[in-house]
């Protein structure tokens, strides 16, 4: 097995023979030394690899940016500052050239819209190794908190014939032939003939199945991919991304709001934890960022301080119709700040969220019972309001500097209420009749949410583009890669 670079860097067991494999960050010169900065992508730290007269001329020529060593040497305590140890070489292999007339990616700063082009490359950057690093620890937190709670890793389909959140944006899946494919008497694509026999679509969110877990595993959670073909060519939305849906029994609202709570200070903790060297990059980007930014749109904490922040101080939890109080009472409303109105009734944009996270309470905020009318069909509704005003049992987690990171309701569970207003939103309850079926046989309070695993993602590493904090991104004309 290898000596990751992490694994030498942490050791002060010197001059012993040691080796190392890894992609050139740099190389510069001085008198008869070149000092190498290698990489391998186990930490953000380089090892810096000494080769001296001893290296063929012919094998330094090729050690430029981007080509994969195989070093071998004595592991020393360094003579220079900046760093422990180094690998003195006395011998290097070239595993793989990189032409520095080709290699696009140089020991300079690159932009992130450069890299994105080259999203195959920049794994090999500090930036995006600290971020995918990250990415990869956050999951890892994420299956370990519902783990130690006793919950269930459920496998929710990908392919799916039902649309869970009704809204209609779905990638069909189908094996008919583009040109000429089959049709029914009335001219229409006949599905029967396809390969599941039915329409069928890449799913939107893993919930429903979710549902049906929780009526006999009592509490579950999924981890999968989602795809939605929205036309939103934001910095918050992806066609392709990744949702954690946790749905349990026996759970109201509240619990709801105080599992969402917990579950995100776990997770962002685990970062602060175990992921200190690479949050410090990022923590330094950041800065770097917001000095781009005029004085008036920087963000008021750094990342660091942010996070600490927000896993040290209670979310505000309000509802709706307070929210929109505070956003009519607003300088901003008044001022006409905001692009988009606010009523009672209206979906809250983005603006009118992150005002109430940034500016009005400077901390995440769980809004929660919204307007049925805006909210999808499986919501719990609340009783005993005024016609018009009718409300449901859902919260949405709001972020700073990402809007709503979870959204997530008590669900229905009762069926003549479910089935009128599946009726109701024109669903046709006959795709849904396995759904409504939890409602006739022991039907049972319960609630989940579903957090954008990417809009995590984006919070935590700092990242102003959630399209890198996602390996490759799939986004409207755009799934290269
Ligand atoms: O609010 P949404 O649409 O809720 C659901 O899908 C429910 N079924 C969840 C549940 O109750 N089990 O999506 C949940 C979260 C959003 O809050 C957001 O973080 C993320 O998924 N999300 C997206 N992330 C990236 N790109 C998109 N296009 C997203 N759409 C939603
Ligand atoms: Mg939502």
């Known amino acids: 097995m290898k ?3 992490k694994q030498l860097l942490q050791s002060t067991d010197y001059n012993r023979q040691a080796e190392a494999k890894g992609w050139v960050r740099n190389r510069r010169s001085s008198k008869n030394v070149n000092f190498i900065t290698l990489n391998d992508g186990s930490t953000s730290l380089n090892i810096q690899i000494v080769a001296n007269e001893n290296i063929n001329e012919n094998i330094l020529k090729e050690i430029n940016a981007g080509a994969c060593l195989h070093v071998k040497g004595t592991w020393q305590a360094s003579q ?3 760093q422990a140890g180094e690998l003195v070489a006395d011998e290097i292999i070239i595993l793989g050239k990189a032409s520095p007339e080709n290699y696009p990616i140089q020991p300079k ?22 971020v995918f690093r990250i990415r990869h620890n956050l ?32 990638f069909h899946v189908s094996t008919l032939p583009h040109l000429n494919p089959p049709l029914t008497e009335d001219k229409k694509v006949d599905f029967s ?19 049906l877990g929780a009526m006999g595993l009592g509490n579950v959670y999924t981890f999968g991919p989602t795809f939605r073909a929205e036309n939103s060519n934001t910095s918050r939305h992806l066609a392709e991304f990744w949702m954690i849906e946790p749905e349990m029994a026996f759970y109201e609202l509240v619990d709801n709001m105080d599992l969402v709570e917990d579950f995100l200070k776990y997770v962002i903790k685990y970062a602060l934890d175990n992921c200190v060297e690479d949050l410090k990059i990022l923590d ?17 904490m750094g990342l660091l301080e942010k996070l600490q922040f927000v896993v040290n101080n209670p979310f505000e939890r309000l509802t709706y119709t307070e929210a929109v109080e505070i956003l009519l009472n607003s300088p901003a409303h008044k001022k006409k700040k905001f692009q988009y109105p606010v ?7 983005s603006e009118h969220e992150r005002y109430l996270v940034e500016k009005h309470f400077k901390k995440p905020v769980i809004l929660n019972n919204y307007p049925k009318t805006i909210k999808a069909f499986y919501m719990k509704q609340n009783e005993g309001e005024e016609v018009g005003k009718e409300t449901v049992r859902a919260m949405d987690v709001l972020f700073p500097q990402i809007g709503e990171i979870v959204g997530g309701s008590q669900r229905e569970e009762d069926y003549d209420k479910l089935l009128a207003r599946i009726k109701e939103v024109g669903i046709d309850p006959n795709n849904l009749w396995w759904y409504l079926d939890t409602r006739k046989f022991g039907t049972a309070p319960h609630s989940g949410f579903g957090l954008g695993f990417e809009r995590l993602v984006l919070f935590v590493t700092g990242m102003g583009n959630i399209r890198d904090v996602i390996p490759f991104p799939r986004t409207p004309k755009n799934a290269s890669f």
Do not use: C
């Not at 009523?343 to 944009?349: E, M, N």
């Open 284 to 300: 330094q980007k950041f800065k770097e960022e917001e000095e781009k930014k005029k004085k008036e749109e920087r963000a008021e």
């Open 193 to 211: 003939e396809d390969f599941f026999g039915m329409e069928t679509s890449l799913t939107v969110s893993g919930q429903l199945e979710a549902e």
């Open 343 to 349: 009523s009672w009734g209206v979906d809250l944009q």
């Open 3 to 5: 000596t990751t670079i």
């Open 80 to 82: 220079g500052a900046g």
């Open 139 to 170: 999951a890892f937190a994420i299956h370990q908190y519902f783990h130690q709670k006793g919950f269930y890793y459920w496998h929710s389909p990908i392919i799916t014939g039902s649309d869970a959140e009704g809204a209609g944006q779905m």
């Open 109 to 130: 700063a690159h932009s992130f819209e450069f890299l994105r082009e080259n999203a195959h490359l920049r794994s090999r950057t500090t930036t995006f190794g600290a």
